[in-house]
């Protein structure tokens, strides 16, 4: 069975104090693991896509990196505007033609003008 | 290009009774998925759709069920409602391109309250 731990549950930042997300996952399997941001009341919103170990990607402020058991989300110099709950997710090969994603309970982070 | 949409955003029902939700994929997706999220268990899994067939489901009993129809929209039911059936319902569109990774995009969900 597909597991995902995020860590920590919460975090408080200054705005411009940078700081890292934990992902760590066991899968059958790596499909992709992905990355999303979820703000209070709203469906969560794609980030990034990761495939193989070594890959990075990155958007404005967040880089994302994968290891063959963890990923990072890497923040620089957060804004107030960067607030939200961060989920991370795999998609194993977990059955013939399964495409589901097992999601971790997420990382609600808070930036402190 | 028009995200994934979900109607009802709200809904309030008594123990019970039953309930559906819809999704509209964004265009040109195929397969939807449905998640539960709670503030304890947070995201789980429910089931996938794709042409119109259930192609995976996750541990939930059978009160919950759903379909999907050729123009790709879902729906989703819920029968006999219980309290723990309280949640936000969310579901996600994606190509489900074969042999390749498949990005998920999420509706803004639906707010159930059982009373």
């Known amino acids: 069975e597909d597991q995902v731990t995020q860590s920590p549950e919460a975090l408080r930042l200054q705005e411009g104090e940078s700081s890292s997300l934990n992902c760590s996952y066991t899968v059958s399997g790596l499909r992709g693991l992905f990355w999303y941001r979820q703000d209070p009341g709203k469906g969560p919103e794609f980030l990034f896509t990761l495939y193989s170990a070594g890959e990075e990607k990155e958007k404005e402020r967040l880089k994302a990196t994968l290891t063959k058991k963890e990923s990072f989300l890497h923040i620089t110099a957060p804004k107030p505007e960067d607030s939200a709950t961060y989920l991370c997710a795999v998609q194993g090969y977990s059955g013939a033609g399964s495409y589901q994603l097992t999601f971790g309970k997420g990382t609600k982070l808070s930036v402190i003008p | 290009k028009a995200g994934v949409t979900q109607t009802p955003r709200y809904l309030i029902k008594t123990r019970g009774q039953q309930v559906t939700l819809s999704c509209s994929p964004i265009?040109?997706?195929?397969?939807v998925s449905w998640y539960q999220q709670t503030p304890g268990q947070g995201l789980q899994f429910l089931f996938e759709y794709f042409s119109e067939t259930q192609r995976n489901k996750g541990n939930f009993p059978g009160r919950f069920s759903g379909r999907q129809f050729s123009n790709s929209r879902s729906e989703m039911n819920v029968s006999t409602l219980e309290l723990g059936d309280s949640a936000l319902y969310l579901c996600?569109?994606?190509?489900?391109?074969?042999?390749?990774?498949?990005?998920?995009?999420f509706g803004p969900g639906t707010r159930l309250t059982v009373l």
């Open positions: 996600a569109s994606s190509t489900r391109t074969s042999g390749s990774t498949d990005t998920q995009y």
């Open positions: 265009s040109g997706h195929r397969s």
